[in-house]
């Protein structure tokens, strides 16, 4: 019983924003202005959009396939605007979340550095209120036309993560109808869910109640709001593809669940805001007498689930005993 959070209720916020197009540094700063005001509003968890920065690419629904230098184009300025864990972009971030003494959970189009330098993540971000990053979670599986942008996660950065406000953790989009994917956050224990993510319609809404009912979670749910507007005229596709679009390319319809499936806050619609809600931890727990499905409710006797939690690296080095011994020598 001694990891149980406070006892108190807090304050929650789903940012509903637009980014600043394509342009990596002025949507941190305008992250980290955000996190400031739900800050300054009491806001201890604060979260953001699916690939909020530096957009998300909505391109890949509205470019042909085929047509590849446009698409080749639009991927080289997202990449040259990615974010690479740790830089000073991360740096910001995290100063941001702990001069606001408040937990932040951003998405964003991540950086391979590890490996290429030049293929993408769609990633979450977690940061501590300490300003500490505490990890990430890369998308396991790009949904539709996202595939022709981001890569494949793995099972090494699903996680929960422990807070003074009950665990959070959480999926991105799509990822949220991989029956699996939740059952293994349930099985952690997670209470704050964080479902990040460029849907918006009827059906997403239902998805995030239902997730709320079957996890016993509160759901905080951030979609991204952008306009037409919100890319410069002097994005060739942009006359060529969206020439005929509403301004709104989405309206958002963020949201906060609490754990019987009921809205507490928004849905925000066709404009950029912050919501909060008041969230109860001893809510959570409570309705959990009569559903826990990681626990009285589950059959281990039936059901058996293994996830592969190790990482799976493009490149690993091998020497030779000589070699490792001359290594050794030479970082002393």
């Not at 079957?214 to 969206?242: N, T, W």
Request: hydrophobic share 40%; with cysteine; net charge negative.
């Amino acid at each position: 019983m001694d990891n149980l959070p406070l006892d108190v209720p807090f304050t929650v916020a789903a940012v509903q924003a637009s980014p600043v197009f394509l342009n990596r540094e002025a949507t941190v700063a305008k992250a980290c202005r955000l996190i400031q005001d739900a800050g300054s509003r009491g806001a201890r968890v604060i979260v953001f959009p699916e690939a909020y920065i530096p957009t998300y690419p909505d391109w890949v629904w509205a470019v042909p396939a085929g047509d590849s230098d446009t698409l080749d184009h639009l991927y080289g300025r997202l990449l040259a605007n990615s974010v690479t864990i740790p830089s000073q972009s991360t740096d910001d971030l995290c100063a941001a979340a702990q001069a606001a003494n408040a937990f932040v959970v951003v998405g964003l189009n991540e950086c391979n550095a590890e490996a290429s330098g030049t293929s993408l993540y769609n990633t979450l971000l977690y940061i501590d209120d300490q300003g500490n990053i505490m990890g990430k979670h890369r998308k396991l599986v790009p949904t539709g036309g996202e595939r022709l942008i981001w890569a494949q996660g793995d099972g090494s950065t699903l996680q929960v993560f422990d807070t003074p406000y009950g665990r959070l953790s959480g999926l991105i989009c799509w990822e949220n109808y991989m029956p699996l994917a939740r059952y293994t956050l349930y099985a952690w224990g997670v209470q704050l869910y964080i479902a990040s993510t460029w849907d918006r319609g009827d059906g997403w809404q239902a998805t995030i109640q239902h997730i709320a009912r079957e996890g016993r979670v509160h759901v905080i749910s951030s979609c991204m709001a952008l306009r037409l507007s919100d890319s410069p005229d002097s994005l060739a596709m942009k006359q060529r593809f969206y020439g005929q679009a509403d301004e709104w390319i989405n309206v958002g319809r963020s949201a906060i669940v609490n754990p019987h499936g009921t809205f507490i806050a928004g849905p925000l619609e066709a404009e950029e805001g912050i919501l909060y809600a008041q969230v109860d931890p001893r809510e959570a727990r409570a309705a959990r007498s009569s559903l826990d499905v990681a626990g009285h409710y589950a059959r281990p006797d039936v059901f058996e689930l293994v996830v592969h939690a190790g990482m799976h690296p493009m490149i690993s080095m091998e020497y030779s005993a000589d070699e490792s011994f001359a290594a050794s020598l030479s970082d002393d």
